[in-house]
């Protein structure tokens, strides 16, 4: 069975939703860290977001090796001297260095176990100074309808669910060398979702083509237990938000008809952490929207 590390070639072509670009650059920039680490990067797909939006070091790590060299392809030669890619798991991160700003994007962090995923948070709390903040992304994994706001990621579709394999998409890579086609089968599970993945790549310079199968599960969070696993490792949930697009929603208050969650930890006591995120919250709020269920004239 195939490993995400064989998919950095075309990562592009298997993800290639950016509806999280904005959120992230809006965010990056208000926070203005230090020192930035997201993990896991995959190929690089938020190198030009995060180096735009933040004037200081960036780290880029991911258990991949493959993915840690796209990365560092990615990273222009006039900004090295700030920002490197690095080959680190997020179970068991030593020497990467102290982060005021961690960022572990779109559904990454629902790829471990809910063991693995307190010892993951544990270790990238070590990793995490005084008044820093960490970004995690989480998509709630149901039969409900996701509207385009909850930004569902593209190998998930609900109805196809326990329903055997379904065509997905054939791509081909921007320069044409390597198209590439994709067949997913999904089962919900305990604890989430399991996902089987099948691809075809065909090189242009080779007929025979070549398979990856993959497969792989994801963990489902209430708000509640998010918040409870994030206080395991002696952080706070600060703020929540529903999805990119919607303003800010006091935690645990998230609204059960959305279905993607970003989270924002922190620790609680630290008073240059809070004014950091009141901040944070003022910039990135300004331009969101407010559903009418949260209005303050709403019945």
């Not at 962090?109 to 010892?119: G, N, T, V």
């Not at 703020?239 to 645990?252: I, L, S, V, W």
Request: proline share 4%; net charge negative; glycine share 6%.
């Amino acid at each position: 069975m195939a490993s995400f590390e064989q998919l950095a070639a075309f990562y592009d072509l298997d993800y290639p939703d950016t509806s999280d670009h904005l959120f992230l650059a809006e965010f990056t920039r208000a926070a203005d860290p230090a020192r930035l680490l997201e993990i896991p990067c995959g190929s690089g797909r938020n190198v030009a977001v995060l180096l735009g939006a933040s004037k200081r070091e960036v780290t880029f790590a991911d258990i991949a090796q493959a993915m840690a060299d796209e990365t560092g392809r990615r990273i222009p030669a006039r900004e090295r001297a700030r920002a490197k890619a690095v080959v680190a798991d997020m179970r068991a991160l030593s020497q990467v260095g102290m982060f005021d700003l961690v960022v572990c994007p779109r559904e990454a962090f629902q790829l471990l176990r809910r063991s693995e995923a307190a010892r993951a948070l544990a270790c990238l709390t070590a990793s995490l100074t005084d008044d820093g903040l960490m970004v995690i992304d989480v998509f709630r994994f149901t039969r409900d309808r996701a509207s385009r706001a909850d930004a569902p990621p593209d190998y998930f579709s609900p109805s196809a669910c326990d329903d055997g394999w379904v065509d997905d998409w054939t791509r081909t890579t921007a320069d044409g060398s390597l198209r590439v086609t994709r067949e997913r089968r999904q089962r919900f599970t305990a604890a989430g979702v399991h996902v089987d993945m099948r691809y075809e790549l065909r090189d242009a310079s080779d007929p025979e083509p070549e398979r990856i199968d993959l497969e792989f599960d994801m963990t489902n969070y209430s708000a509640e237990a998010f918040g409870a696993l994030a206080s395991q490792s002696g952080l706070t949930v600060l703020a929540a938000y529903a999805g990119y697009d919607d303003a800010r929603y006091a935690f645990p208050g998230l609204p059960r008809s959305s279905l993607r969650s970003v989270y924002v930890l922190g620790h609680d006591r630290c008073q240059d952490g809070a004014e950091r995120l009141n901040r944070i919250r003022e910039k990135i709020t300004a331009n969101r929207r407010i559903p009418d269920a949260d209005r303050s004239d709403a019945c």
